[in-house]
């Protein structure tokens, strides 16, 4: 009784592991983008120090990269 029974839940635990590895995958990407925004952030101060943009680039920027980094942190916390 126990093989048939394994051998019709089979294809539920087929898909839940899948499911599971996209999830596990997404959640991956989205801590690797959360990093990728704060890179961003030290190179574009190390800009400002070097004098490469102006005040007013950089906060413009800044902005920006902080609503990116705001929302992937709030789309892993969900």
Known sequence: MF???DLLTA?????LW????????????????ADNIRQQLVE???QLETGRITEAEF???????????DRAQ???GQ
């Open 59 to 69: 906060d413009a920027r800044e902005q920006q990269l902080l609503d990116r980094l």
């Open 74 to 76: 709030a789309t892993r």
């Open 18 to 33: 899948i499911f599971n590895e996209i999830r596990q995958a997404a959640q991956e990407e989205q801590a690797g983008e």
């Open 3 to 5: 093989l048939i029974d």
């Open 44 to 46: 574009l101060y190390m």
């Open 11 to 15: 294809p539920f635990r087929g898909l």
